[in-house]
Every structure is written in C-alpha cells, then in structure tokens.
C-alpha cells in the first residue's frame, strides 16, 4: 500500500511562494509518476504537475506553468511543488497523487494513489 502525506501548505499573499512537500512510503517507487492535483471551493479536482521518479520527466498545467516546479529526491521519497507567483485563483486544496506509470500528459482520470491534502490560500 502507498502512503502519501502533503505538507507545506498555508496563507501567502498574491505575488508570494510556497512550496509543497509530498513524503511517499509504502512502495519501491522507481517507475512510478507522482503529481500534484488542486481543487478550489465549488471546482473540479484539475492537473497541476506530474514528475517521472525514474528520469525526472516533467509536465505541467498551462495555468501553472513557468512559475512551479515539481521535483523529486530520490533519498528521501519526497516530491516538491514550488510555487512562485502565487495568484488568488491558486487557491485550493492541493493533493499528492502516486501513480503506476508516467506519461507526459493531464491524467484526466486521476492516479491510483492519493493523500489527503494540504491547503493553500493565496490573499488578493
């Protein structure tokens, strides 16, 4: 079983930077993807980032790209998510996800694994 647990989150003003921690255990991650996901009040759940554990492939959100980054070290089983320029429309509940394998793309249907989020508030 896969356990993911998200720290970091917290109240930031517009303009300002966060940056998310995901802790994984549970498995062998090699050929794993791992991603982030956001849901704002009354929203859908939508894509931010997934990384490859094994290559450090990266794709991203067009609504988050150029100011996160994701990013993973091996050593300790821990996946980031900086974000810098934070806007009030970032604001949500941002999830960790596991997935069995990576692909440079939006995973419409979600990943297998989920922890169970951290909230990030982004003041106007």
């Known amino acids: 079983q896969v356990q993911l647990v998200e720290s970091g989150g917290g109240l930031v003003q517009a303009g300002g930077s966060l940056r998310l921690s995901c802790a994984a255990s549970?498995?062998?991650?090699?050929?794993?993807?791992m991603g982030w996901f956001r849901q704002a009040p009354g929203k859908e759940r939508e894509f931010v980032a997934t990384i490859s554990w094994s290559d450090g492939r990266t794709y991203y959100a067009d609504s988050v790209k150029g100011r996160f980054t994701i990013s993973r070290d091996n050593t300790k089983n821990t996946v980031y998510l900086q974000m810098n320029s934070l806007k009030p429309e970032d604001t949500a509940v941002y999830y960790c996800a596991a997935d069995r394998t990576y692909y440079s793309g939006s995973y419409p249907v979600g990943m297998a694994y989920w922890g169970k989020g951290t909230l990030v508030t982004v003041s106007s």
């Open positions: 549970g498995r062998t991650f090699s050929s794993y993807a």
